[in-house]
T-cell receptor, first 114, second 110 residues
């Protein structure tokens, strides 16, 4: 168990709507990551945080995407406005303790934009 | 050149077979290497780390060749339950920034 709870698990929304994906952490961590996975592009790192501070957001596709980590146990990824090409699985993941670079994934949020 | 490249497969093998996957990476400064396993419609999970001297975990053996910049995973006596996609993972120079290959799909048949 990675100690990472994502919500919603599945969401279908119409193009143009705002989407907010949530990640709740129930155990300690060093860093928090948001990844996106599609068949075409595989797993892509969108952004990661150290100590709640965004360190690298170079993977965020464009200004429609934003991520926040207001405290050590919660993060959000927002897409506004959403587009069909945003359809993907979005994973929240953490690294923790002595495992260093090893990361542990939540179960993912399956997003479909129609 | 992609940072991490893998043969997408699928590799279709009978139970009991030995199968090997290779992965190449482009950043010679990479320090950490892993294999993750991902079942259909599930999240990736760590299978094993890859150490410079090579390492083994039961039926699984991982090796690293820094000179040629490739990583390998060998699965002996494959089981039906080994059917999954295997992701090669390499870190970037900066802390915590892991890059995933697209994965190699393995299907073990009875």
């Amino acid at each position: 168990d990675a100690g990472v709870i994502q919500s919603p698990r599945h969401e279908v929304t119409e193009m143009g709507q705002e989407v907010t994906l949530r990640c709740k952490l129930i155990s300690g961590h060093n860093s928090l990551f948001w990844y996106r996975q599609t068949m075409m592009r595989g797993l892509e790192l969108l952004i990661y945080f150290n100590n709640n501070v965004p360190i690298d957001d170079s993977g965020m596709p464009e200004d429609r995407f934003s991520a926040k980590m207001p405290n050590a146990s919660f993060s959000t990824l927002k897409i506004q406005p959403s587009e069909p090409r945003d359809s993907a699985v979005y994973f929240c993941a953490i690294s923790r303790g002595s495992s260093g670079n090893t990361i542990y994934f939540g179960e993912g949020s399956w997003l479909t934009v129609v | 050149r992609k940072e991490v490249e893998q043969d997408p497969g699928p590799f279709n093998v009978p139970e009991g077979a030995t199968v090997a996957f290779n992965c190449t990476y482009s950043n010679s400064a990479s320090q950490s290497f892993f294999w993750y396993r991902q079942d259909c419609r599930k999240e990736p999970k760590l299978l094993m780390s890859v150490y410079s001297s090579g390492n083994e975990d039961g039926r699984f053996t991982a090796q690293l060749n820094r000179a040629s910049q490739y990583i390998s995973l060998l699965i002996r006596d494959s089981k039906l339950s080994d059917s999954a996609t295997y992701l090669c993972v390499v870190n970037r120079r900066s802390q915590g920034n892991l890059i995933f290959g697209k994965g190699t799909k393995l299907s073990v048949k009875p």
